[in-house]
C-alpha cells in the first residue's frame, strides 16, 4: 500500500483544516487506518484512527471533539477534518495503515506510511 498525505498549510488559531491521504491498491478496506503527527525532537503521537469498514473510530483525548477521521472507501481515501486549530497543533501530520490486529495507538503497528503533510498555525 502507497499512501500519499496532502491538505496541509498554514491556518490561523480557530481556523479548520481537511487533511487527505489518497491509498493506492485495491484492498484499501482491510486496512484500519491512522493519523499521528511529529514535531522536531518529539517522538510520532497519536491522533486518530479508524477501522476498515470505518464504524469505530479512536481519538487521542486532547483532540477529541476538535478532530474528525473519516474514510471513503470507494475513493480509497481517508480524512482527517481539524476544527478549531491551536498553534500547539502545528505538526508534521502522517498517515499511516495497519491490518487488523493490535493496537491503534502505537506507531510501531502500523504497517505502512504516508511523506507527512506540514500543518502550521499560526497565533
Known amino acids: 500500500v502507497q499512501l500519499q498525505a496532502s491538505g496541509g498549510g498554514v491556518v490561523q488559531a480557530g481556523g479548520s483544516l481537511r487533511l487527505s491521504c489518497a491509498a493506492s491498491?485495491?484492498?484499501?478496506?482491510?486496512?484500519?487506518m491512522g493519523w499521528f503527527r511529529q514535531t522536531p525532537g518529539s517522538e510520532r503521537e497519536f491522533v486518530a484512527a479508524?477501522?476498515?469498514?470505518?464504524?469505530?473510530?479512536y481519538y487521542s483525548g486532547s483532540m477529541k471533539g476538535r478532530f474528525a477521521i473519516s474514510r471513503d472507501n470507494a475513493k480509497n481515501t481517508v480524512y482527517l477534518q481539524m476544527n478549531n486549530l491551536e498553534p500547539e497543533d502545528t505538526a508534521v501530520y502522517f498517515c499511516?495503515?495497519?491490518?487488523?490486529?493490535?493496537?491503534?495507538?502505537?506507531?510501531?503497528?502500523?504497517?505502512?506510511w504516508g511523506q507527512g503533510t506540514l500543518v502550521t498555525v499560526s497565533s
Open positions: 491498491g485495491r484492498t484499501f478496506s482491510r486496512y484500519h
Open positions: 499511516a495503515a495497519k491490518v487488523p490486529g493490535g493496537t491503534y495507538f502505537s506507531p510501531n503497528r502500523y504497517d505502512y
Open positions: 479508524i477501522d476498515g469498514r470505518g464504524g469505530s473510530t
